[in-house]
């Protein structure tokens, strides 16, 4: 049995919460937050505090707030026997200083309010100070997730960087997609199949594979029809600059 | 009943095909194509020819060639009193100018090999000379999709940049981000499910509300820190326009 205090109160958090919970040998012993109204959410299953004057005893501390606040946060544990843990991509091992035994549990995935996700498929990024707490996070992390894999700090940052890119940059993507709808008065919704549809493909396809479009085909007389027919600049310059990367993408390889 | 001749041996003929032929009350008479291997795929289900004095009598011709190679095809149609109709998101109408009767079928989808699409939910968009061949477009449309949307070539052209977007340049994301994992030995396979739930969110989401990510909390030390990080000059690139991107969506609406 693992006893785990559970620190912050929003969506990762919220998520981890659902998951530990639905394991028995994980024992869920308290959850700490400062924002009072965010953490009466969590009361009705478990233990809650404001105060770290009232942290309760436990095998992991798991730091779930936004990568400025860790710092602060895991100074307060400074104290603790237990394994302190934060859960972000973009912070290193190291930011937990003031911690003598510490670790990083990484779920890499996006996880918005009121969507559940199916944390067996999530890769969850592991690291420890020590082999030993490496392997108490290994066993906290493959009970909840069947995608376990151990990476350093400077691989964490390497994979938070490429999902900025799948992530944050396809969204805005999207976005782009739908500002030339609405501009247009082009339902958005048209769009949604080929969405899901373009990610589907990536599962068994590699990108460089999946790749369409005037762009690798070098089609110049519809990149020049498309640069005239965007009136805002930074569609232009987005499309502009998507094309040449993929035409280098694709040039090197050809 | 509908009579076809399908134009075209490429995945939206093939994927065209499979779909009519679901269907008994259209009679998808014949396949027409110059590359015989590929015209052979066809021969089991259905009549192929490779010349165009051997074409069949329909009531319509379905063009599901190149945007290149539209024009020539529908030139040797010019005799027909069949409705002439092309497949293409980035043709105009009137690129079939040598028949007297034209349309659009234009299946807002990307299709691959070997994928077969479920074309109940893709919308197909239809254009016609005249309203007579629109109702005969939309018959044959809603056969095979719930989702048929009456389109002019103008929106459609817009729709097309649009789709650039969201699968050609979204796809690109996919592709800079396993170039990063690859350069520092990082598996691609990991990003996979966040891949799946960015485009999942979308389906209930707006873009705006569900872009996360350094750009658009401006997070100014994460930027500079992946800006360093980056070793290919494209990727720094793409990077810093698209985070200016997001920052200006952002912007403007906050």
Redesign the interface.
């Known amino acids: 049995m693992i006893k785990v205090v559970l620190l912050g109160t929003g969506n990762v958090a919220t998520h981890l919460l659902d998951a530990f919970l639905e394991h028995t040998d994980i024992a869920l012993v308290q959850v700490v937050g400062r924002n009072k109204k965010a953490l009466a959410a969590f009361a009705p299953s478990v233990n809650t505090t404001t105060s770290y004057a009232r942290i309760m005893e436990a095998n992991v501390y798991l730091i779930a707030v936004s ?1 400025d606040a860790i710092a602060e946060v895991a100074k307060n544990l400074s104290t603790k026997k237990g394994l302190v843990v934060h859960t972000s991509g ?1 912070v290193a091992l190291n930011a937990l200083e003031y911690n003598e035994r510490r670790g990083v549990f990484y779920p ?3 996880f ?1 309010k009121g ?1 559940r ?1 199916n944390f067996k ?3 969850i ?1 592991i690291e420890a100070g020590n082999e030993n707490d490496l392997h108490i996070l290994t066993e906290l992390a493959s009970k909840i997730s069947d ?1 376990v ?1 151990h ?1 350093s700090s400077k ?1 964490r ?3 938070h ?21 609405d501009e ?1 008065g ?1 339902p ?1 919704e ?19 594979e ?7 085909r070098k ?1 110049k007389k ?1 990149l020049e ?2 640069n005239k ?2 009136k805002d600049e ?1 569609h232009r ?3 502009a ?2 094309s ?3 035409e ?2 694709h040039g090197e390889k050809l």
Request: glycine share 4%.
């Open positions: 990568d973009a890499l995935q996006t918005s969507q996700p498929t999530i890769p990024c995608n894999v990476i691989q940052g390497v994979l960087i490429s999902a900025v890119f799948v992530n944050n940059f396809t969204n805005h993507c999207y976005q782009l997609g739908k500002e030339i709808c247009n082009l958005f048209l769009l949604k199949p080929l969405i899901m549809e373009t990610a589907k493909k990536i599962q068994t396809l590699q990108p460089f999946a790749q369409t479009g005037p762009a690798v089609d519809t029809k498309h027919q965007l930074t310059e987005v499309y600059l998507m040449k990367s993929i280098k993408s």
